[in-house]
């Protein structure tokens, strides 16, 4: 008797494990992905006081399934390391690596990079949605986005660079170019468009 009272809290025990694990799962599954904004903020921890919220870009890796980026890296300016610049990336929301390159090209590293959060109202969400819902895109089936925040001798933009299936054959893309959003009011300033690139 006492054996299989054992047996049966052993099993539930097991079972309870398993819907555990399958919950979690599902949670991350379905979890939305975090914004940049929040991104900035858990970057924090991993960079030292004097770098805290002194970012200098922030961008993406192609999205790999759906419209939104899963892989971002957040640039910040960091005073003690050889390059003025440390990298974290992130997957998923999860902190995947930690880097200060000695080494870097177009002089990200640099104090007078540094963006004003403060000024910056316009999320990498919202900045997807507005680029993805123009009416020139309408007609096609976008498949893949890739994003920075960034500072040009222009301004401070975010660069949504977009993907629509082909034509012709639903299961290739073509990269139809980039729209200019900016962070501090949400409007387009540009649009750079190549839709015929889908045929």
């Not at 008797?1 to 097991?14: A, G, N, T």
């Not at 300016?77 to 929301?93: N, Q």
Request: charged fraction near 30%.
């Amino acid at each position: 008797m006492r054996m299989k009272i054992h047996s049966c809290f052993r099993q539930l025990w097991v079972f309870t494990v398993v819907c555990g694990l399958a919950g979690a799962a599902w949670l991350r599954a379905n979890a939305a992905e975090p914004t940049a904004f929040q991104l900035i903020k858990a970057g924090d921890q991993f960079v030292g006081e004097p770098s805290k919220d002194k970012v200098l870009e922030i961008y993406s890796d192609k999205s790999l399934v759906g419209l939104t980026p899963g892989v971002w890296y957040v640039d910040y300016f960091d005073p003690d390391a050889r390059g003025k610049l440390a990298e974290v990336k992130f997957g998923a929301g999860l902190k995947l690596d930690v880097k200060r390159p000695s080494k870097f090209f177009g002089g990200r590293g640099k104090e007078g990079n540094i963006l004003d959060l403060k000024k910056l109202k316009t999320d990498s969400d919202a900045a997807l949605r507005i680029a993805t819902s123009l009416e020139l895109l309408k007609p096609l089936t976008l498949k893949n986005t890739q994003m920075w925040l960034s500072r040009s001798d222009e301004g401070v933009f975010w660069k949504v660079r977009i993907w629509a299936a082909k034509l012709n054959d639903a299961t290739a893309t073509a990269e139809i170019g980039d729209v200019y959003i900016s962070p501090e009011d949400g409007k387009v300033v540009r649009a750079d468009l190549k839709v015929s690139r889908v045929q």
